[in-house]
């Protein structure tokens, strides 16, 4: 069993900054990888940014420069900070870990954007 527990979402004006976190615990495999993705309201989920164990990253054209994604190996956890934020970010962001063909999910936190 995988459990992922995501933190640091709210409101936020346009331009500012948010911090995510998400701690993974349970059956954690050294090779893995871990990455944020988003669904605003009627829309389908989308991938947001990816990490792989070794440190390999993958961004949505998006959020390219704006949006970065980073991992502690030791304590199992993902970030993603997320810089010069637009109304368009405004989204249920959830955290995702990829290992041995299985994926899971986490619960999602509300990211919203708006002055």
């Known amino acids: 069993q995988v459990q992922l527990v995501e933190s640091g979402g709210g409101l936020v004006q346009p331009g500012g900054s948010l911090r995510l976190s998400c701690a993974a615990s349970?059956?954690?495999?050294?090779?893995?990888?871990m990455g944020w993705y988003r669904q605003a309201p009627g829309k389908e989920r989308e991938l947001v940014a990816t990490i792989t164990s070794g440190g390999s990253t993958n961004y949505a054209d998006s959020v390219k420069g704006r949006f970065t994604i980073s991992r502690d190996n030791a304590k199992n956890t993902v970030y993603l900070q997320m810089n010069s934020l637009k109304p368009e970010d405004t989204a249920v962001y959830y955290c995702?870990?990829?290992?041995?063909?299985?994926?899971?999910w986490g619960q999602g936190t509300q990211v919203t954007v708006s002055s």
């Open positions: 995702n870990l990829q290992q041995r063909g299985l994926q899971y």
């Open positions: 349970g059956s954690i495999f050294i090779i893995n990888a």
